[in-house]
């Protein structure tokens, strides 16, 4: 059974600081997914990840995917309010193409 | 159409009744989701759809849960019978389909609030 744990659920920062959340899964998996979600709201697409060693950056997000580890990390830089959100990954069974879903990690940017 | 749409967008039913979930995914898209998320957890997959069949239900919780697609488009998710503990949100996602290439984005409707009193 594929199990994905985030790391950490819960984290308040200061605007301008630097965190990394961290996805760890338990089985193989050839990509993975980063998904934001903002209260009350649907989940909107960041990041797909599709091999080991890929990198993708998008404005004050960066994602990064080590599949031999099974570790994918979201790194956030000079955080500010816009960011605060609840992100989830989500890596895909090469099983049957599923995808697994992390608890999230709710993120709260405070001014 | 231009996005996932799901309705009701809220539904409040008593324990025992019939309730029905409607999503109209992206227009072209082959492969469908459902899922269901409670307060403060990721989603939890119940069935997803290539075309018109169900390629995998392996996560309907029990036969109360049954959903169908009849012509690979718009997909209704049926309860019956509801619980308290069916009170959630139920998330329907589309992609372009499901293979082993390419990115395979799930793009995600806005979601059913199903509260069961």
């Known amino acids: 059974e594929l199990k994905v744990e985030q790391n950490p659920l819960f984290l308040s920062m200061q605007e301008g600081k630097n965190y990394t959340i961290y996805c760890n899964y338990s089985t193989t998996s050839d990509r993975l997914y980063w998904y934001r979600q903002d209260p009350g709201k649907s989940l909107e697409s960041l990041f797909v990840l599709l091999s080991n060693g890929a990198v993708k950056q998008e404005g004050r997000l960066m994602a990064s995917l080590d599949t031999k580890a099974r570790l994918s990390t979201l790194h956030i830089t000079a955080a500010v309010h816009d960011l605060s959100a609840t992100y989830f990954c989500?890596?895909?069974?090469?099983?049957?193409?599923?995808?697994?879903w992390g608890a999230g990690t709710k993120l709260i940017i405070k001014p | 159409g231009a996005g996932v749409s799901q309705t009701p967008s809220n539904k409040v039913t008593e324990k025992g009744k019939y309730v029905e979930l409607r999503c109209d995914p992206i227009?072209?898209?082959?492969?469908l989701y459902w899922y269901r998320q409670s307060l403060g957890q990721g989603p939890e997959f119940l069935i997803y759809?290539?075309?018109?069949?169900?390629?995998?239900d392996s996560g309907l919780p029990n036969d109360r849960f049954f959903a169908v697609r009849p012509e690979g488009s718009v997909s209704t998710l049926k309860i019956q019978r509801t619980e308290r503990g069916d009170s959630a949100v139920y998330l329907c996602a589309s992609s372009l389909t499901l293979d082993s290439s390419g990115a395979n984005v799930l793009t995600f409707g806005a979601g059913s609030r199903l509260t069961v009193l």
């Open positions: 759809f290539q075309g018109t069949g169900a390629a995998d």
């Open positions: 227009s072209g898209h082959t492969a």
């Open positions: 989500a890596p895909r069974m090469d099983s049957n193409y599923q995808l697994i």
